[in-house]
């Protein structure tokens, strides 16, 4: 039974034989691929922050007064086109 031992050792040895090369690159596309994901999840909420900031409003309220010519309530945002004494005003809609 010796033989039967040694034959069985070398077919399991031939099905996991990964050289130290092949563990090493996937050891380093792994790192790559959780530095990838770590930096999209940082990034991705300071982007959608950045879009969706309205600090640029501090100054107060405006008001326009005229007649809506036009409406796109498309993505992201919807879009008014306003004439307001013979001048065209496009408005974006932001959220309330």
Request: some cysteine.
């Amino acid at each position: 039974m010796p033989g039967g031992a040694a034959r069985g050792f070398a077919r399991r040895g031939a099905c996991n034989a990964r050289t130290r090369s092949q563990r090493r690159t996937e050891t380093k596309l792994l790192q790559i691929c959780r530095a990838t994901a770590l930096a999209a999840m940082l990034l991705i909420p300071a982007l959608a922050g950045a879009h969706h900031g309205w600090s640029w409003t501090t100054g107060g309220n405006i008001q326009l007064t005229g007649i809506i010519v036009e409406t796109n309530l498309g993505y992201p945002h919807g879009t008014l086109v306003i004439d307001a004494d013979g001048e065209r005003w496009t408005v974006e809609v932001g959220q309330p």
